[in-house]
Each structure stands twice: as structure tokens, then as C-alpha cells.
């Protein structure tokens, strides 16, 4: 069978793959990143367009049902694999081409999966429980509950118990999923269907480890409330060591590496995969002027733009107090302060100041890292989902960080 | 003879269809040829493995479909289905050269008429799977398609009121002595967009954008996705080759024949979408719809007026 | 009649291709059968069906689409007289577009252009 095994080796040759980082293991996604890139191969946009689950880190045990939901949304032939370690990730990009390969063991698979007519529905994530994400609970003023927070969730929780029971007696149940109804208060004044979307941890060019649960009337999110998920607790994330010397350079490409994701996100990906490569060549330990200089060749490409400043102009403001005309003195850090693409430029700003080694703050900043975090519900609410993850990607929380100093600025 | 071009047979259709799938074979090959082109200077050290259009087909027939729970399949099949088919439909009036298959007098509304059954198609796709992001996908199609569309038509008026004819072989032959981009720029460029928005590409691909899990695309697989990507880049190549015919002067130039002029404009049209697609972020359907609106549609009409003023006036 | 057999003979040679990519990857994919799955939500599983009804942002623009579409239906044999008729029909069809243009400008003020 030299044809078919022929269309084999060129299906695994263009291959896809649905990347899935878990908090802390930012290094083990860039060196994958790198592989799948080196390999010829892509990043998946939806378990529906990938052939290989790639984990990088270890999952906390919510995190890892959420995995376990989207292997099984893979449509196959798949394999699964997880990245614990930078060094192994070319091994282990190896091996899930060999499974891809392995026609008999994929038929196998296929034949044990569930088929359009009977789901597996058991064996999938339950909806948003914030069972695991206890103390980094956040929503947005929408909701008229008033008290301690974990009191909320719990009544939350009932109340959805409740709903579904209540469907259960008088709806019908297509699939054994209830049909959207009604919200009470739609802008337009008319009866609405709401639509509960979460996003994340599975998404792409989103922050690891961050979900925001989304109420959504037709594209508009009405409602956002953010948790973040994490690693196994035995599994602490280790620092990265041995990339780099100081921790300019390293914080540079993240820095690299967020605004390059924001600008996947607005759909510019030329300029996306460009920063994409400073940052490897920071990591790389190519000169730094080098770098800076290329950051600020990007940078300049990006304030040109009058493109993108019109698609995202006055989006997810942030400390600007045009009224009154003074404008009162606010609490909004330098670097999260004016819309979307101020935020992105004064990241891109401060990545090239710190490859110039005239960089200022630290390593990690656990209170701006909490501060993203928190100010994210309210500048999403409100807006449609382009926007919403425009201005997400904008603030780019680290989930790690916050995890790791829950106490910080709360 | 009417027109310039002359009618072929009805079982020439599969050799006009095998000739629009050429063209967007060379789309998508030269999209994942620019994919692999090092990125600034920090990439050149390291190049990736080139993608091939043979692997990415034979990854998506490999691989197997898949049905979200309570799907509407029917309408999905019909939505990803009719992408392909609307662009073989419009490549049905081309004039390649100094054939075409159907030489209709209405060929330019017909053209018009199967670009508005794209928006249904992808519509559909979005629809049919059952899925938010799909779903929130085909809503943003019909928000940019509002906006895009009048625009497209204005423009597809205005090489029509200069030729007096709706046969788009009477438009190739009217562009003799000057090609209809030369006095109608702004149409040409508001085809270019309108193209570019019925085949869900470049700075209007937000319908299928990476924001929302690839929208439209976010839950088909295999041969369906198959077909859908298949579809888009069918519909650019239609489009880049209504571009040459309407203002590009068709087969029109110097020592080659006329087939090797239409086939040259169409792929450097289709080029230049491809290529620009890298240099532009994407539009928000949102902010697009004013725009078309309140730019596009009066600024078409502008043109469409200094065309009527100057057939009037000769 | 021979321009309806000629796009009747394109129509039956799509159809056809669709349906034999579609036969031929019943033969290549790992599995015939579909795949039953819920619908990706980033890994969760989804509280209700995403069929439902949409915000209507769309409908007002698509009211003012339809004044302009049928207009077209005006515009395209105009198109054709344009040269023997003259000043005359370019004088009515502007004004007549001018008008709805109008229409459009107060529809923009009133926020119907408005998708969020």
C-alpha cells in the first residue's frame, strides 16, 4: 500500500496542534511553539482543526478535567502528549508523529469512540465550578448579590441546580443540553436568549490558566466573572534557569511574547509571528541591541498603523479621567493606563527599555499581575466578543504570578 | 461571436472548473510559501519546514468528521457545500480569454446574484454545528456583508453603465482602449474589498478569526473543513478574475493570446490579496459596518456618478 | 436556452465534485462515521444550546440594506440605458440615490449602524 501510506506521511507532515499551557510553564509553550514551527507543522484554533493535544506543564486536577474534555472534542487521528520539560519537547513532538502515524492504532481509537448518535456525555467537564479557584474569585457589578463572596458561588451553584431542574420538567432537552432562554434585562428592551460561554483555559492566544465566564446576548458579553486555574499542587512551576543571565532579558520576552499575542488576536499575524521570533532570539542570547532594535522597528510598524488605531481606538480605557476636566488622580499603574493599544505600545516600549538594560521594576510584579486580573470583568462587560478579547489580551494576566501571592493587593 | 468571446459547449464545464481550482491551488500554495518566509531578521537564521497544499488536503481527507450534539447537519452540510458551488457558478460567466463558458447578456447580475448566496453559505456554516463561537461566526459575517455588499455593487455598476451591457464579454471589449481601473479606481478597490469579504479573507476574515476559535470553522473537520477552506480560496480566485475582466481590461495586451493575459491579471490580483492579507490586522465587523456605510457606499456612488456623467457627456 | 444548459452543466459538475471529495473521504478517513462531540467551549461543557436567539443589531442595518437592494433592481437595467436616455436618467437615478442616502444618515444618527 505505497499510496496510502504515502497520504499518511504527508497528512502527519502537515499536522496541527492544539497547545494547552498551564500556569508557570511559559518556557516549556515557547519551546513547543518553536518545535511545531521547525517541524513544519501549525497551532490549532479549535480541537476541531488539530491532530495533536499538547500539555505543557502539569494540570491541577479541575485543569486536567478541562484537558480531558477537549481530547475528547479532537476529531482524530490524535495523540496526546505532555510537555513537562524545554529539553524534551522535540522528543516529544517525535513521538506524537509517531502515534499519528500508526494507522492501525488510530482506527483503533476512532472504532472505541462514541459515534454523532450516542455521546459520551458522562466523561465530560462539568460547567465553571469555582471549587478550585477559591480566594481569586472576581465579578463584575452586574450581579445585585450582595455579601461574602464564597457565599455568592454557592448560592450561585444552587441557583443553576435549580434551573436546570425546573427545564427538566418543562423543556425539551435535545442531546440532554437545555434549550438558551430568556434574560430579563436586554438593552434593547426586547426578550433575550443568554448564552453562557466560558473562555479559556482552552483557547488560543490566551493567558494560561485564565477562564472568564461570559454571559453573552448574541455576541455581547453582559456578564464576565474571572477565576484562574493552576498547576498540581505537588508540581510547583519551576523558574526557568539557564536561558538567560538577569531578568531583564527574560522579562523582555515575555513581554515579546504577550504583545505578540495581542496582535494575533486583532488578526495582524505577519507582525505577531515577527515578535514571536525576537522573542526566541532573546532567548536564543542574540545581541540585545539587536533585539531592541527590531522590538522598536515593530513598535514604530504598530504606531503607524492607522488601521489598528481605528479598529481599536477608546476600547477598555483604563485611568484616563477626562471628567472632570482636571481629571482626578487615580490608581492605575503606568504600565496598564489608556486603552488597548496604548497598553500594547507601552508594553512594546518597556520590552525594548529593558533589552536597553535601562528597565525599571522587578522581575515579577505580583500587584500589577493582580490588578490585571481584577480590573478585567468591568472593562469586558459590555462589550462584543472581539472586543472583549482585544482588551483581554491587552491586560494579559499572568495566572502564575497571582497564584503563587494570592494575598497581593486584595 | 458576440461580445469578443466565444461560447463554449456545456461539457467544457469541467475544464473550467479544473482551471479556477488551478488558480486556487496557487492561492493557497503561495499563502503557505509567504507562511514560511522568515520574519524579520531574528528568523532568518532558522527557517521552518515549508507547508505543501497536497499535505494539508491529505491531512483533513485522513482525518475524521465530526457532529456537535443536536446539530441542525443538514443546513450545515448545504452551508459548506454551497461555497465551493457558488464559485464555480460565478467562474461560469468568466471570460477566460477568448472563451467562456456561458456568454449570458445579465452576466454581471448574475455574478451578483451568487456572491448574495455566499452570505447564506456562511450563514449556514456558522448556524448548523450548534456552537457559540460558529454561530457568533456567521452573525459577523452577515454584519460585514451588509456593509461590504452595496459597496460591490456600486462598483459592479459602474464598468456596466460605461459599457452599456451586462454581458461581461461586452465589458471586456468595451476596456479596448483603456482599461476601466485607469477611470474608476475607487471601484476597483471596493471589488478588491468586497472580493476579499465573500471569501472570508484577509483584514475581513473575522467571521473565521482565531478570536473566536476560528468562528465558522471552529467545529468542522476533516472533509468538511476540506471543503470549506477549499471554498474560500475558490471564491477568491473567482473574484481576482472578475476583477480582471470588469476593470483590468479581461485578455487584453500585447504578443501573448488573451487566455495567458486573463490568467497573468487573475493571479496578480489574487497575489496581491494574498500578500496584502500579511500586512493588515484585521477589521472589526462592529466599527467595518459604519464605515461601509458611511464611507464606502457614498464614495462608490461618487464614482458610479462620474462614470454616468462621462458615457453621458461622450 | 444554451446559456441555462451551459450554467445547469457547472452546477451539475460542482455538485458532483462536492460529492465525490465527499465519497472519497469515506474512503481515506480513519473513520467513516462522524464523530459525536459537544460543542467547543474551551473545554467546558455547555450549559444550553448555542441555537438561540441573537441580538437584533443586524435587523435595523438589514432594513436599510433591503431599501438599497431593491433599488439595485432598478439600477441594473438603468445601467444599460444610461447612454441612449442620457442627462436625464442620471439626473433621477442621484436623486433618487440621494434621497436614500438621506435615509441612511438619519438612520446613523438614530444608532441603527450600531452593532454593539
Same mark, same amino acid.
Given at each position: 500500500?505505497?499510496?496510502?501510506?504515502?497520504?499518511?506521511?504527508?497528512?502527519?507532515?502537515?499536522?496541527?496542534?492544539?497547545?494547552?499551557?498551564?500556569?508557570?510553564?511559559?518556557?516549556?509553550?515557547?519551546?513547543?511553539?518553536?518545535?511545531?514551527?521547525?517541524?513544519?507543522?501549525?497551532?490549532?484554533?479549535?480541537?476541531?482543526?488539530?491532530?495533536?493535544?499538547?500539555?505543557?506543564?502539569?494540570?491541577?486536577?479541575?485543569?486536567?478535567?478541562?484537558?480531558?474534555?477537549?481530547?475528547?472534542?479532537?476529531?482524530?487521528?490524535?495523540?496526546?502528549?505532555?510537555?513537562?520539560?524545554?529539553?524534551?519537547?522535540?522528543?516529544?513532538?517525535?513521538?506524537?508523529?509517531?502515534?499519528?502515524?500508526?494507522?492501525?492504532?488510530?482506527?483503533?481509537?476512532?472504532?472505541?469512540?462514541?459515534?454523532?448518535?450516542?455521546?459520551?456525555?458522562?466523561?465530560?467537564?462539568?460547567?465553571?465550578?469555582?471549587?478550585?479557584?477559591?480566594?481569586?474569585?472576581?465579578?463584575?457589578?452586574?450581579?445585585?448579590?450582595?455579601?461574602?463572596?464564597?457565599?455568592?458561588?454557592?448560592?450561585?451553584?444552587?441557583?443553576?441546580?435549580?434551573?436546570?431542574?425546573?427545564?427538566?420538567?418543562?423543556?425539551?432537552?435535545?442531546?440532554?443540553?437545555?434549550?438558551?432562554?430568556?434574560?430579563?434585562?436586554?438593552?434593547?428592551?426586547?426578550?433575550?436568549?443568554?448564552?453562557?460561554?466560558?473562555?479559556?483555559?482552552?483557547?488560543?492566544?490566551?493567558?494560561?490558566?485564565?477562564?472568564?465566564?461570559?454571559?453573552?446576548?448574541?455576541?455581547?458579553?453582559?456578564?464576565?466573572?474571572?477565576?484562574?486555574?493552576?498547576?498540581?499542587?505537588?508540581?510547583?512551576?519551576?523558574?526557568?534557569?539557564?536561558?538567560?543571565?538577569?531578568?531583564?532579558?527574560?522579562?523582555?520576552?515575555?513581554?515579546?511574547?504577550?504583545?505578540?499575542?495581542?496582535?494575533?488576536?486583532?488578526?495582524?499575524?505577519?507582525?505577531?509571528?515577527?515578535?514571536?521570533?525576537?522573542?526566541?532570539?532573546?532567548?536564543?542570547?542574540?545581541?540585545?541591541?539587536?533585539?531592541?532594535?527590531?522590538?522598536?522597528?515593530?513598535?514604530?510598524?504598530?504606531?503607524?498603523?492607522?488601521?489598528?488605531?481605528?479598529?481599536?481606538?477608546?476600547?477598555?480605557?483604563?485611568?484616563?479621567?477626562?471628567?472632570?476636566?482636571?481629571?482626578?488622580?487615580?490608581?492605575?499603574?503606568?504600565?496598564?493606563?489608556?486603552?488597548?493599544?496604548?497598553?500594547?505600545?507601552?508594553?512594546?516600549?518597556?520590552?525594548?527599555?529593558?533589552?536597553?538594560?535601562?528597565?525599571?521594576?522587578?522581575?515579577?510584579?505580583?500587584?500589577?499581575?493582580?490588578?490585571?486580573?481584577?480590573?478585567?470583568?468591568?472593562?469586558?462587560?459590555?462589550?462584543?466578543?472581539?472586543?472583549?478579547?482585544?482588551?483581554?489580551?491587552?491586560?494579559?494576566?499572568?495566572?502564575?504570578?497571582?497564584?503563587?501571592?494570592?494575598?497581593?493587593?486584595? | 461571436?458576440?461580445?469578443?468571446?466565444?461560447?463554449?459547449?456545456?461539457?467544457?464545464?469541467?475544464?473550467?472548473?479544473?482551471?479556477?481550482?488551478?488558480?486556487?491551488?496557487?492561492?493557497?500554495?503561495?499563502?503557505?510559501?509567504?507562511?514560511?518566509?522568515?520574519?524579520?531578521?531574528?528568523?532568518?537564521?532558522?527557517?521552518?519546514?515549508?507547508?505543501?497544499?497536497?499535505?494539508?488536503?491529505?491531512?483533513?481527507?485522513?482525518?475524521?468528521?465530526?457532529?456537535?450534539?443536536?446539530?441542525?447537519?443538514?443546513?450545515?452540510?448545504?452551508?459548506?457545500?454551497?461555497?465551493?458551488?457558488?464559485?464555480?457558478?460565478?467562474?461560469?460567466?468568466?471570460?477566460?480569454?477568448?472563451?467562456?463558458?456561458?456568454?449570458?447578456?445579465?452576466?454581471?447580475?448574475?455574478?451578483?446574484?451568487?456572491?448574495?448566496?455566499?452570505?447564506?453559505?456562511?450563514?449556514? !456554516? *456558522?448556524? $448548523?454545528?450548534?456552537? &457559540?463561537?460558529? =454561530?457568533? #461566526? +456567521?452573525?459577523?459575517? %452577515?454584519?460585514? /456583508?451588509? @456593509?461590504?455588499?452595496?459597496?460591490?455593487?456600486?462598483?459592479?455598476?459602474?464598468?456596466?453603465?460605461?459599457?452599456?451591457?451586462?454581458?461581461?464579454?461586452?465589458?471586456?471589449?468595451?476596456?479596448?482602449?483603456?482599461?476601466?481601473?485607469?477611470?474608476?479606481?475607487?471601484?476597483?478597490?471596493?471589488?478588491?474589498?468586497?472580493?476579499?469579504?465573500?471569501?472570508?479573507?484577509?483584514?475581513?476574515?473575522?467571521?473565521?478569526?482565531?478570536?473566536?476559535?476560528?468562528?465558522?470553522?471552529?467545529?468542522?473537520?476533516?472533509?468538511?473543513?476540506?471543503?470549506?477552506?477549499?471554498?474560500?480560496?475558490?471564491?477568491?480566485? !473567482? *473574484?481576482? $478574475?472578475?476583477?480582471? &475582466?470588469?476593470? =483590468?481590461? #479581461? +485578455?487584453?495586451?500585447? %504578443?501573448?493570446? /488573451?487566455? @495567458?493575459?486573463?490568467?497573468?491579471?487573475?493571479?496578480?490580483?489574487?497575489?496581491?490579496?494574498?500578500?496584502?492579507?500579511?500586512?493588515?490586522?484585521?477589521?472589526?465587523?462592529?466599527?467595518?459596518?459604519?464605515?461601509?456605510?458611511?464611507?464606502?457606499?457614498?464614495?462608490?456612488?461618487?464614482?458610479?456618478?462620474?462614470?454616468?456623467?462621462?458615457?453621458?457627456?461622450? | 436556452?444554451?446559456?441555462?444548459?451551459?450554467?445547469?452543466?457547472?452546477?451539475?459538475?460542482?455538485?458532483?465534485?462536492?460529492?465525490?471529495?465527499?465519497?472519497?473521504?469515506?474512503?481515506?478517513?480513519?473513520?467513516?462515521?462522524?464523530?459525536?462531540?459537544?460543542?467547543?467551549?474551551?473545554?467546558?461543557?455547555?450549559?444550553?444550546?448555542?441555537?438561540?436567539?441573537?441580538?437584533?443589531?443586524?435587523?435595523?442595518?438589514?432594513?436599510?440594506?433591503?431599501?438599497?437592494?431593491?433599488?439595485?433592481?432598478?439600477?441594473?437595467?438603468?445601467?444599460?440605458?444610461?447612454?441612449?436616455?442620457?442627462?436625464?436618467?442620471?439626473?433621477?437615478?442621484?436623486?433618487?440615490?440621494?434621497?436614500?442616502?438621506?435615509?441612511?444618515?438619519?438612520?446613523?444618527?438614530?444608532?441603527?449602524?450600531?452593532?454593539?
Amino acid at each position: 500500500m505505497g499510496l496510502s501510506e504515502r497520504v499518511t506521511g504527508a497528512a502527519v507532515r502537515a499536522a496541527s496542534v492544539l497547545l494547552v499551557e498551564v500556569p508557570g510553564w511559559a518556557d516549556t509553550r515557547v519551546a513547543v511553539e518553536r518545535q511545531v514551527r521547525c517541524r513544519g507543522w501549525r497551532l490549532a484554533t479549535s480541537p476541531a482543526d488539530a491532530d495533536v493535544l499538547a500539555v505543557c506543564g502539569r494540570p491541577g486536577r479541575e485543569f486536567a478535567q478541562a484537558v480531558q474534555a477537549v481530547w475528547m472534542q479532537l476529531p482524530g487521528p490524535r495523540a496526546r502528549v505532555l510537555v513537562d520539560d524545554v529539553r524534551d519537547c522535540a522528543a516529544v513532538l517525535e513521538q506524537a508523529a509517531t502515534a499519528l502515524l500508526d494507522t492501525p492504532r488510530q482506527r483503533a481509537d476512532a472504532g472505541s469512540r462514541g459515534q454523532a448518535t450516542d455521546l459520551e456525555e458522562s466523561s465530560l467537564a462539568p460547567a465553571p465550578a469555582p471549587a478550585e479557584s477559591d480566594g481569586n474569585q472576581n465579578r463584575s457589578d452586574h450581579v445585585d448579590h450582595s455579601g461574602d463572596m464564597d457565599d455568592m458561588d454557592d448560592m450561585d451553584d444552587m441557583d443553576d441546580m435549580d434551573d436546570s431542574g425546573d427545564m427538566n420538567m418543562d423543556m425539551p432537552m435535545p442531546g440532554g443540553v437545555p434549550l438558551a432562554s430568556g434574560a430579563q434585562d436586554d438593552r434593547d428592551g426586547l426578550e433575550m436568549d443568554e448564552l453562557t460561554v466560558p473562555l479559556g483555559p482552552v483557547l488560543p492566544h490566551w493567558p494560561a490558566g485564565l477562564v472568564v465566564r461570559c454571559v453573552l446576548h448574541g455576541d455581547v458579553v453582559v456578564q464576565a466573572q474571572v477565576s484562574t486555574l493552576g498547576p498540581a499542587a505537588d508540581h510547583a512551576p519551576k523558574i526557568m534557569a539557564g536561558t538567560t543571565e538577569g531578568w531583564q532579558a527574560r522579562r523582555a520576552a515575555a513581554e515579546c511574547d504577550s504583545a505578540a499575542r495581542f496582535l494575533a488576536v486583532a488578526g495582524w499575524d505577519h507582525l505577531s509571528q515577527r515578535l514571536r521570533r525576537v522573542r526566541d532570539g532573546i532567548l536564543d542570547r542574540a545581541p540585545l541591541e539587536d533585539c531592541a532594535q527590531e522590538v522598536a522597528q515593530v513598535t514604530r510598524q504598530v504606531r503607524r498603523s492607522r488601521l489598528l488605531r481605528w479598529s481599536v481606538r477608546g476600547l477598555g480605557v483604563l485611568g484616563r479621567a477626562p471628567w472632570p476636566p482636571g481629571g482626578v488622580p487615580d490608581d492605575v499603574p503606568a504600565l496598564l493606563r489608556g486603552d488597548v493599544r496604548d497598553r500594547l505600545l507601552t508594553r512594546l516600549d518597556h520590552a525594548r527599555d529593558l533589552l536597553l538594560d535601562r528597565g525599571a521594576g522587578e522581575p515579577a510584579d505580583p500587584q500589577l499581575e493582580r490588578q490585571r486580573l481584577d480590573r478585567l470583568p468591568e472593562l469586558v462587560t459590555g462589550l462584543d466578543l472581539a472586543a472583549a478579547r482585544l482588551v483581554v489580551a491587552s491586560l494579559d494576566p499572568d495566572a502564575s504570578i497571582v497564584r503563587r501571592h494570592p494575598g497581593a493587593g486584595s | 461571436m458576440t461580445g469578443g468571446v466565444t461560447p463554449l459547449s456545456a461539457g467544457w464545464a469541467p475544464v473550467v472548473a479544473l482551471v479556477l481550482l488551478a488558480g486556487a491551488v496557487v492561492a493557497a500554495a503561495l499563502d503557505a510559501a509567504l507562511d514560511s518566509v522568515p520574519a524579520g531578521r531574528a528568523d532568518r537564521a532558522r527557517p521552518g519546514r515549508r507547508r505543501t497544499v497536497t499535505a494539508a488536503v491529505a491531512r483533513l481527507l485522513r482525518q475524521r468528521r465530526r457532529v456537535p450534539v443536536a446539530a441542525d447537519v443538514l443546513l450545515w452540510r448545504i452551508g459548506v457545500a454551497a461555497l465551493p458551488v457558488a464559485a464555480l457558478l460565478m467562474a461560469a460567466v468568466l471570460p477566460l480569454g477568448r472563451w467562456t463558458l456561458v456568454d449570458w447578456p445579465v452576466g454581471v447580475v448574475w455574478f451578483n446574484a451568487v456572491d448574495v448566496a455566499v452570505w447564506a453559505a456562511v450563514w449556514l !456554516a *456558522g448556524w $448548523g454545528p450548534n456552537s &457559540a463561537h460558529a =454561530l457568533i #461566526g +456567521g452573525y459577523r459575517f %452577515l454584519a460585514q /456583508a451588509l @456593509a461590504y455588499e452595496l459597496p460591490l455593487m456600486f462598483a459592479l455598476t459602474a464598468p456596466a453603465v460605461a459599457a452599456g451591457t451586462l454581458r461581461i464579454g461586452g465589458v471586456v471589449q468595451a476596456q479596448q482602449s483603456l482599461w476601466f481601473v485607469v477611470w474608476m479606481p475607487v471601484a476597483f478597490l471596493a471589488f478588491c474589498l468586497g472580493v476579499a469579504g465573500f471569501s472570508v479573507f484577509g483584514p475581513l476574515s473575522a467571521p473565521a478569526g482565531s478570536d473566536i476559535a476560528g468562528g465558522v470553522l471552529a467545529e468542522a473537520s476533516g472533509v468538511d473543513r476540506l471543503i470549506v477552506l477549499a471554498g474560500r480560496y475558490l471564491l477568491l480566485t !473567482a *473574484g481576482s $478574475g472578475f476583477a480582471a &475582466a470588469l476593470f =483590468l481590461g #479581461g +485578455g487584453a495586451g500585447p %504578443l501573448l493570446p /488573451a487566455w @495567458a493575459w486573463m490568467a497573468l491579471k487573475t493571479l496578480a490580483v489574487l497575489s496581491a490579496l494574498v500578500v496584502l492579507r500579511r500586512r493588515l490586522p484585521v477589521l472589526r465587523p462592529d466599527r467595518f459596518m459604519e464605515v461601509g456605510w458611511l464611507v464606502l457606499v457614498p464614495v462608490t456612488l461618487l464614482q458610479l456618478l462620474v462614470v454616468s456623467v462621462v458615457v453621458v457627456a461622450r | 436556452m444554451s446559456t441555462l444548459v451551459g450554467v445547469a452543466s457547472m452546477l451539475f459538475t460542482a455538485l458532483v465534485s462536492v460529492a465525490l471529495l465527499w465519497w472519497v473521504a469515506l474512503r481515506t478517513a480513519v473513520d467513516p462515521r462522524p464523530l459525536g462531540v459537544l460543542p467547543f467551549l474551551s473545554a467546558w461543557r455547555p450549559n444550553e444550546h448555542a441555537l438561540s436567539r441573537f441580538h437584533v443589531r443586524w435587523y435595523p442595518a438589514t432594513l436599510i440594506f433591503l431599501a438599497f437592494d431593491v433599488e439595485m433592481v432598478f439600477m441594473y437595467p438603468w445601467a444599460v440605458v444610461v447612454r441612449e436616455v442620457g442627462a436625464g436618467a442620471v439626473v433621477e437615478m442621484f436623486v433618487f440615490l440621494g434621497l436614500l442616502l438621506l435615509g441612511v444618515l438619519w438612520a446613523w444618527r438614530e444608532g441603527a449602524l450600531r452593532w454593539v
